[in-house]
């Protein structure tokens, strides 16, 4: 875990997070093929915009400007993914596994980030998030048992 000097570096490097999160989940709405899974990764790409505005929201209420998008390429998304071989993407049960961890990887991190944060509502903000994170992987993991039990 990265050594953060300020409330505002955690934040910032939540929001950093949530952008990175927002590329992934359209990362991977693009390399589905039929809408319904493909809507499904969209609407979760909406959600970490959201992610990001409430985290955005908390600098602005310490009178401070957001800072300007991160490069998602910079961002380390290695947590999550596997090779994914070029010819055939990604499938969608495969898509399944690979959000799942990453949402459990981001639950993990909102509580770490929440136990670090002395401002009580940055913290109740990532406690917010870290909830949401854990819904999210739950969703995912219902979905794949679905999609494990049809084959």
Not at 52 to 66: H, I, P, Q, T
Not at 125 to 137: C, F, V
């Amino acid at each position: 875990m990265e050594e953060f000097e300020s409330d505002e570096e955690i934040l910032q490097f939540a929001i950093g997070r949530e952008t990175s999160s927002y590329q992934f989940y359209t990362d991977l709405a693009q390399e589905m093929e039929n809408p319904m899974m493909k809507l499904l990764f969209e609407n979760f790409a909406k959600e970490e915009l959201r992610h990001k505005a409430m985290l955005e929201l908390e600098l602005m209420k310490r009178g401070l400007v957001v800072p300007e998008p991160v490069d998602t390429d910079d961002l380390d998304q290695t947590d999550v993914m596997v090779a994914i071989d070029p010819e055939t993407g990604v499938d969608y049960k495969n898509a399944l596994v690979l959000a799942i961890n990453k949402e459990e990887k981001s639950f993990r991190l909102y509580i770490e980030l929440a136990a670090m944060v002395k401002d009580k509502n940055s913290r109740e903000t990532l406690l917010s998030l870290a909830q949401d994170e854990a819904k999210h992987e739950l969703q995912f993991e219902i979905e794949y048992g679905a999609v494990t039990k049809g084959k």
